[in-house]
């Protein structure tokens, strides 16, 4: 079982910075997928950016390329999103997702484990 934890949300301007982080717990193992989703009310969840649990790939929505940066720890037990030069566009609640296995990185389906969410809000 994995449970996963976000903090990091707030409101901001817009062309300002906030750090997603979601500390993860139980068992991650190299087949997973360790990633964020967000979703404004009304419309599907998306995929922001994935990583595997090695560490070695990403995955970016382009709409997010060159802004936001996921990463994690050594320890592999908390995933970051530093998201910089952010736009009204960005205002969601995001949510923090693992897999259980390798699968399609951007289908809500491959996420077996989500967190509760944290909204990001992002004014002109």
């Known amino acids: 079982q994995v449970q996963l934890v976000e903090s990091g949300g707030g409101s901001v301007q817009a062309g300002e910075s906030l750090r997603l982080s979601c500390a993860v717990s139980?068992?991650?193992?190299?087949?997973?997928?360790l990633g964020w989703f967000r979703q404004v009310p009304g419309m599907e969840r998306e995929a922001v950016a994935v990583?595997?649990?090695?560490?070695?790939?990403?995955y970016y929505a382009d709409s997010v390329k060159g802004r936001f940066t996921i990463s994690q720890d050594n320890a592999k037990k908390t995933i970051f999103l530093q998201m910089n030069n952010l736009t009204v566009d960005d205002t969601a609640m995001y949510y923090c997702?693992?897999?259980?296995?390798?699968?399609?990185?951007?289908?809500?389906?491959?996420?077996?484990?989500w967190g509760q969410g944290t909204q990001v809000t992002v004014s002109s």
């Open positions: 997702a693992a897999s259980e296995r390798l699968s399609s990185w951007n289908k809500i389906s491959t996420y077996a484990y």
């Open positions: 139980g068992y991650i193992d190299s087949r997973n997928l």
């Open positions: 990583i595997y649990s090695s560490g070695v790939v990403t």
